[in-house]
């Protein structure tokens, strides 16, 4: 297998001002640098007083990159904003919709250079650096590897009584990945690619997991809070037998010589009002620096946390955000948790309407204004207020972020890393 060429769609609008660094070409030999845009025109590209259907730019200069002043992060998440990012490699035009999208054609490892630096701190340790550049790579290959084979499945089960929806069960249909958190973070050269990137790449180059022969869908997250979830309780029902619930650490949480069962509410209340020993419970500096940065700082609370609403403000908010009007919102009734003691599926009780919503993702994004940091909650009504108590930041499948760090800092290498979060894999050289 050859080196992969990867296409990454960045941004859409219908007016795009972009910076050429280095002299790019059309295919008709066309040369541009410095400032440039593109606007939708006829539901057509307009660049340089042409019309086109597609436009490609492309370079052959080693150094050639390309800035766009305005990319929106984060998108629907509490860190979202605006940044000015930077990229090596071509750039492709296409029409999606009403809008113009912005694609970078890249080879893989040069994209996984940016996603390490995005995703973390590019001075990480090498050991968390190496992990991750192993799963981001197995993450990226497997989505090339699956592509349209969930084309014809429905993500919604909705009727009267139920909304359930998962977030990515659609393949993007015109490029291979985006570059933000509903894939992988993605910005380029925004951020410095450092020496240990640059090692920790040149170290793994080609390394993916296995199970059996497929390449493994190697999901993370920033915090699994004590207890890595499995595949099917965020997706798709087909459990994974690499994506597992498991203790994030070198112990088992006991119960009367029991693992405490997360699936029953009395279990998942004593645990999320806990302060349970893990990898990921940390308070260091040094090693949250390692995987937070700088917008991730702001996100002080991660491990165990507090969110209060009225129940004027949680009615309003449920309604904002799922456009059904339940009314004054009266109760809310666990009905499913996965065995970290995620919500799977949530009752809201209002005097106007009863519904149960799930996955996971879909009762994070009912209970915010952007996403609540986990579905791993309790909600307690006192007197006005529903009080929401929750643990951990993220899906928490797969590789723990945070608990990565921890690992690395312990001395376990990149491959005991893996191992942990990823049982029953192998680590493969493909090219």
């Known amino acids: 297998m050859q080196e992969p060429i990867l296409q990454v769609g960045i941004v859409s609008g219908k007016y795009i001002p972009f910076i050429l660094n280095k002299p790019y070409q059309t295919e008709n030999g066309n040369t541009f640098v410095n400032e440039q845009k593109v606007e939708l025109s006829e539901n057509k590209i307009l660049f340089n007083n042409k019309l086109y259907n597609e436009l490609i730019l492309k370079s052959n200069d080693i150094n050639k990159s390309f800035i766009l002043p305005k990319v929106k992060i984060g998108i629907d998440f509490h860190w979202e904003r605006i940044q000015k990012e930077k ?7 296409i029409i999606e919709g009403n809008n113009i999208t912005i694609i970078n054609i890249i080879p893989i490892e040069q994209y996984l250079s940016s996603v390490i630096s995005s995703e973390m701190n590019a001075n990480s340790s090498e050991e968390l650096l190496k992990a991750h550049t192993v799963i981001s790579r197995s993450w990226v290959l497997a989505q090339l590897q699956n592509k349209g084979k969930n084309k014809n499945k429905s993500p919604f089960i909705i009727n009267q009584n139920e909304i359930i929806k998962w977030a990515d069960r659609e393949d993007h249909e015109n490029f291979d990945v985006c570059a933000d958190d509903h894939c992988q973070r993605y910005e380029g050269i925004t951020e410095d690619i450092t020496a240990q990137v640059k090692n920790a790449i040149a170290k793994t180059t080609g390394q993916v997991l296995k199970n059996k022969k497929e390449i493994c869908d190697t999901r993370f997250s920033k915090c699994c809070g004590g207890m890595l979830e499995e595949y099917q309780n965020c997706w798709e029902d087909s459990p994974k037998e690499y994506l597992k619930a498991l203790r994030d650490n070198n112990t088992i949480y006991m119960e009367n010589g029991n693992l405490l069962d997360l699936t029953y509410e009395d279990n998942a209340e004593k645990w999320i009002l806990s302060n349970p020993k893990a990898f990921c419970n940390t308070s260091n500096q040094k090693i949250l620096s390692q995987t937070l940065n700088t917008y991730d700082t702001e996100t002080k609370d991660f491990y165990r946390w507090k969110v209060e609403y009225t129940v004027e403000e949680i009615s309003q908010l449920i309604k904002s955000k799922t456009n059904i009007d339940f009314g004054t919102i009266q ?18 009780i209002g005097d106007k309407k009863t519904i149960t919503i799930g996955k996971e993702l879909e009762i994070r994004k009912a209970l915010s204004k952007t996403h609540l940091y986990s579905s791993a909650i309790i909600i307690k009504k006192v007197n006005d207020k529903f009080i929401i108590h929750g643990a951990g930041w993220g899906h928490g499948v797969g590789l723990c972020q945070i608990g990565a760090a ?4 312990y001395g376990y290498n990149y491959k005991e890393i893996l191992t942990h979060y990823y049982p029953n894999t192998s680590l493969s050289k493909i090219y």
């Open 87 to 93: 990229f090596q490699g071509d750039l492709k035009f």
């Open 331 to 348: 109760d809310f009734i666990p009905i499913e948790r996965g065995k970290s003691g995620r919500l799977v599926k949530l009752k809201i």
């Open 406 to 409: 921890v690992m690395g800092e």
